[in-house]
Protein backbone atom coordinates (compact mmCIF):
# COMPACT_ATOMS: atom_id res chain seq x y z
CA UNK A 1 0.00 0.00 0.00
CA UNK A 2 1.75 3.62 -0.76
CA UNK A 3 -0.05 6.52 0.98
CA UNK A 4 -0.02 10.12 -0.83
CA UNK A 5 1.15 13.12 0.91
CA UNK A 6 0.15 13.86 4.05
CA UNK A 7 -1.38 10.16 4.98
CA UNK A 8 -0.93 7.89 7.74
CA UNK A 9 -1.33 4.58 7.95
CA UNK A 10 -3.67 3.64 10.71
CA UNK A 11 -1.46 1.83 12.90
CA UNK A 12 0.87 4.80 13.41
CA UNK A 13 -2.12 6.74 15.00
CA UNK A 14 -3.92 4.16 17.58
CA UNK A 15 -1.46 5.87 20.17
CA UNK A 16 -3.10 9.08 20.03
CA UNK A 17 -6.36 7.57 20.03
CA UNK A 18 -5.33 5.02 23.08
CA UNK A 19 -3.80 8.25 24.88
CA UNK A 20 -7.23 9.62 25.51
CA UNK A 21 -8.91 6.07 26.87
CA UNK A 22 -8.78 6.13 30.67
CA UNK A 23 -9.29 2.54 31.20
CA UNK A 24 -9.73 -0.47 28.48
CA UNK A 25 -9.93 -4.28 29.40
CA UNK A 26 -9.04 -5.00 26.21
CA UNK A 27 -8.29 -3.81 22.53
CA UNK A 28 -9.25 -5.73 19.77
CA UNK A 29 -7.57 -4.98 16.02
CA UNK A 30 -6.43 -6.95 12.91
CA UNK A 31 -3.36 -7.54 11.94
CA UNK A 32 -2.40 -4.52 10.53
CA UNK A 33 -1.92 -3.10 14.22
CA UNK A 34 0.59 -5.74 15.47
CA UNK A 35 3.14 -3.49 15.58
CA UNK A 36 5.58 -3.17 18.68
CA UNK A 37 4.07 0.75 19.43
CA UNK A 38 0.43 0.06 19.12
CA UNK A 39 1.43 -2.77 21.88
CA UNK A 40 3.34 -0.68 23.77
CA UNK A 41 0.66 2.13 23.99
CA UNK A 42 -2.24 -0.50 24.70
CA UNK A 43 0.24 -1.50 27.80
CA UNK A 44 0.14 1.78 28.70
CA UNK A 45 -3.09 2.55 29.00
CA UNK A 46 -3.18 -1.04 31.61
CA UNK A 47 -5.16 -3.21 28.69
CA UNK A 48 -4.86 -6.28 26.97
CA UNK A 49 -3.94 -6.42 23.23
CA UNK A 50 -6.07 -9.00 21.36
CA UNK A 51 -4.60 -8.76 18.41
CA UNK A 52 -3.32 -11.70 15.90
CA UNK A 53 -0.09 -12.00 15.50
CA UNK A 54 1.54 -11.55 11.99
CA UNK A 55 3.83 -14.29 10.94
CA UNK A 56 7.49 -12.42 10.59
CA UNK A 57 7.06 -11.79 14.42
CA UNK A 58 9.86 -13.19 16.45
CA UNK A 59 8.20 -13.50 19.66
CA UNK A 60 4.46 -15.21 18.88
CA UNK A 61 2.02 -13.92 21.46
CA UNK A 62 -0.74 -15.93 22.17
CA UNK A 63 -4.58 -14.40 22.56
CA UNK A 64 -8.05 -15.17 23.48
CA UNK A 65 -9.47 -16.48 20.26
CA UNK A 66 -13.37 -16.34 21.58
CA UNK A 67 -12.54 -12.74 22.42
CA UNK A 68 -11.33 -12.27 19.09
CA UNK A 69 -13.95 -13.51 17.31
CA UNK A 70 -16.39 -11.13 19.15
CA UNK A 71 -14.35 -8.06 16.65
CA UNK A 72 -16.37 -9.76 14.04
CA UNK A 73 -19.76 -8.91 15.53
CA UNK A 74 -18.99 -5.38 15.86
CA UNK A 75 -17.65 -5.39 12.33
CA UNK A 76 -21.30 -6.68 11.14
CA UNK A 77 -22.95 -4.28 13.11
CA UNK A 78 -21.43 -1.39 11.45
CA UNK A 79 -21.90 -2.96 8.34
CA UNK A 80 -25.50 -3.01 8.87
CA UNK A 81 -25.49 0.57 10.12
CA UNK A 82 -23.73 1.77 7.15
CA UNK A 83 -27.00 0.72 4.85
CA UNK A 84 -28.82 2.99 6.37
CA UNK A 85 -28.40 5.86 3.85
CA UNK A 86 -28.93 8.74 6.10
CA UNK A 87 -26.38 7.63 8.31
CA UNK A 88 -23.79 6.67 5.50
CA UNK A 89 -24.31 9.89 4.36
CA UNK A 90 -24.44 12.02 7.50
CA UNK A 91 -27.32 13.90 6.46
CA UNK A 92 -27.74 15.22 10.16
CA UNK A 93 -25.90 18.58 11.03
CA UNK A 94 -25.24 18.32 14.06
CA UNK A 95 -23.84 15.95 15.95
CA UNK A 96 -26.25 15.60 18.67
CA UNK A 97 -28.95 15.00 15.98
CA UNK A 98 -26.69 12.23 14.40
CA UNK A 99 -26.30 10.63 17.20
CA UNK A 100 -29.87 10.30 17.95
CA UNK A 101 -30.15 8.75 14.16
CA UNK A 102 -27.48 6.17 15.87
CA UNK A 103 -29.34 5.26 18.32
CA UNK A 104 -32.95 5.28 16.30
CA UNK A 105 -31.00 3.10 13.90
CA UNK A 106 -29.19 0.60 16.59
CA UNK A 107 -32.84 0.34 18.53
CA UNK A 108 -34.18 -0.64 14.87
CA UNK A 109 -31.71 -3.34 14.27
CA UNK A 110 -31.80 -4.59 17.48
CA UNK A 111 -35.43 -5.02 17.80
CA UNK A 112 -35.15 -6.43 14.03
Not at 36 to 42: G, Q
Request: proline share 2%; charged share 25%.
Amino acid sequence: MVLGPGQQADCQRVAELLSVAKTAGNVLADKAYDTDAVLASVAAIGAQAVIPRKKNRLVQRVIDRNLYRDRNKVERFFSRLKQFRRLATRYEKTASSFLGMVHFVSALLWLH
